[in-house]
Structures are given as structure tokens and as C-alpha cells.
């Protein structure tokens, strides 16, 4: 009878299987726990009794290395497309590694369907869809989830100028933001979907603020800006300052962490005493 972790080794890399748990009795056909190989660990959780074994997988094999090695060419290639299409693979079924991604940033299943994240089984990438206010793709980013990936984000090599991601924007949907006062601008897309919860939210999908950027915000009555705190972050947020104040209030927020990690209650906090 194989142990759990012998179970888990045999998996590839991001699936998962049944086994019987070692605390409620190897052996018994069971099936209680559910084994998991991701990019990092190996572990596991009984439905029955709670058991939660786990096991750092440390250097990885050459097998593995391979496998990354791989994986990064095949990214490498897809940013060389220009048209704004999703993967050929593209799949609403994301697996263990890019769900703990998308859970560490506190983005729930609910949140997934709505903006259509997904992910693409060649690539080993999460999915992140950019739609306008008409519900159509205009852009999408290929989130790495293993070690190793480079570089982190993969997207299409057209012109993105003119492209943002907004929190009221999702897929088949048309939507008016025109008639929003205030918005906050965030520097990636999961920070604009936990922020666009509490109220409308834009991201530039990085630091760079374009001029068609300065057009679409400048028509704002407020903008509040709540970049990473590092010096990326806190320069593009001077950055908007300067370009737009001229035209429109401009307000900062600074934490330690992302918007993405924080809870709902914080995130909630910061937009109350910044609107105090």
C-alpha cells in the first residue's frame, strides 16, 4: 500500500488525487484524502479527520527543470502574437497552484467567474482577462505560478496604450462608467478587483501612466491613487500627481502591502479615513 506522499510524488506537477488517510488507517480503501503535487509541496487533507501532512519538495529535478525550461519558451513565444486573443487553451478549470495564487490575494470563486480568470494548461499560467466597457477583450495578462517562470507576466506584444483594466468591466457585459466621479487607480488587476469591490477602480497594469491614461483620468472629479509600496509604486504615484492635478483632485493612499492582501475590513478603513 502507498503512502500519501508516495501517491503525491507520482502525480504531475498541479493535480491531485485520493488516497486513504495515515491517521484514519492506510489501508482501509477509504479514499478520505485528497493528495496534491504543486510547484513547491507536496501535501495533503483528510475530508474525515482534518489530517493536513505536507512536505517541502526543495531542489527541484532535472525532470522539473526541464519541464520550467519548457514552459518558458512556449511564453516566450506567445507574446510574439499581436492579436488580442485568449490561449487556445484557455480553461475555466484552474488547478491547485493558481486557485492558492488567486485565494492568497482573497479573489473568490465568485469573483473568478465574474472577470473570467482562467488558465491555460500549456503555459502554466493563470488567465487574466481585460474587457472594456462593452464587454469585449481588449487585453489579458499570463500570470506565471511556478518557480522559475520568467518573466512573471506574459501579454500580447501589441500597443497597449490605450488599455486599462476597470472593475466594472467584465466579460458579454456593457457597463457606464462615465457618470463615476471618483476612481482609485491600482497597479495590477487583483488589487483592482479586491478594491472595485468597495468602489470603482482602475489599473494601469503596471506603473506607467500613458497619455491616453491622463486623458481617461482627467475627467474625473477625484482620483485616489494606491500604488505598491516600493519605489516603482511610490514614483508612478508622483507620477499621476504631477500629470494630473492640474486637472483633477489627487489623493494617495500608502500601505505596507498590496491592496490585493489586505481584508475587505482594511481595504474598507483606507477608503473611509482618505475620505474623511
Given at each position: 500500500m502507498k503512502t500519501w506522499l508516495e501517491v503525491a510524488k507520482e502525480l504531475p506537477q498541479g493535480h491531485k488525487a485520493r488516497t486513504d488517510?495515515?491517521?484514519?488507517g492506510a489501508g482501509t480503501n477509504t479514499n478520505a484524502m485528497t493528495v496534491y503535487h504543486t510547484s513547491k509541496v507536496y501535501n495533503g487533507w483528510c475530508f474525515a479527520c482534518g489530517h493536513k501532512p505536507f512536505e517541502t519538495k526543495g531542489i527541484q529535478t532535472l525532470e522539473e527543470l526541464a519541464e520550467i525550461k519548457r514552459i518558458n519558451n512556449e511564453g516566450l513565444g506567445r507574446t510574439q502574437y499581436r492579436t488580442i486573443r485568449l490561449p487556445d487553451d484557455f480553461t475555466s478549470d484552474?488547478?491547485?497552484?493558481?486557485r492558492l495564487w488567486l485565494y492568497k490575494a482573497s479573489i473568490?470563486?465568485?469573483l473568478i467567474k465574474k472577470y473570467n480568470i482562467g488558465y491555460s494548461p500549456r503555459l502554466r499560467r493563470a488567465v487574466l482577462p481585460v474587457y472594456d466597457a462593452q464587454g469585449a477583450l481588449i487585453w489579458y495578462q499570463c500570470r506565471a505560478l511556478?518557480?522559475?517562470?520568467?518573466?512573471k507576466y506574459l501579454q500580447p506584444s501589441a500597443d497597449r496604450a490605450n488599455v486599462y483594466f476597470h472593475s466594472t468591466h467584465s466579460i458579454g457585459e456593457a457597463t457606464d462608467t462615465?457618470?463615476?466621479s471618483t476612481v482609485v487607480v491600482v497597479e495590477d488587476i487583483l488589487s483592482a478587483i479586491r478594491v472595485g469591490c468597495s468602489t470603482d477602480t482602475a489599473s494601469l497594469l503596471g506603473t506607467k501612466l500613458s497619455t491616453d491614461n491622463i486623458n481617461m483620468l482627467s475627467g474625473?472629479?477625484?482620483?485616489i491613487t494606491w500604488m505598491d509600496n516600493d519605489k516603482a509604486g511610490r514614483q508612478s504615484a508622483k507620477d499621476i500627481k504631477q500629470a494630473l492635478s492640474i486637472f483633477t483632485e489627487v489623493t494617495n493612499i500608502v500601505t505596507e502591502r498590496d491592496p490585493k492582501l489586505l481584508s475587505n475590513t482594511e481595504i474598507q478603513e483606507q477608503l473611509t479615513r482618505v475620505n474623511a
Open positions: 488517510c495515515p491517521n484514519c484552474i488547478p491547485l497552484e493558481g473568490t470563486t465568485r511556478l518557480k522559475g517562470q520568467k518573466p462615465q457618470n463615476s474625473k472629479s477625484r482620483i
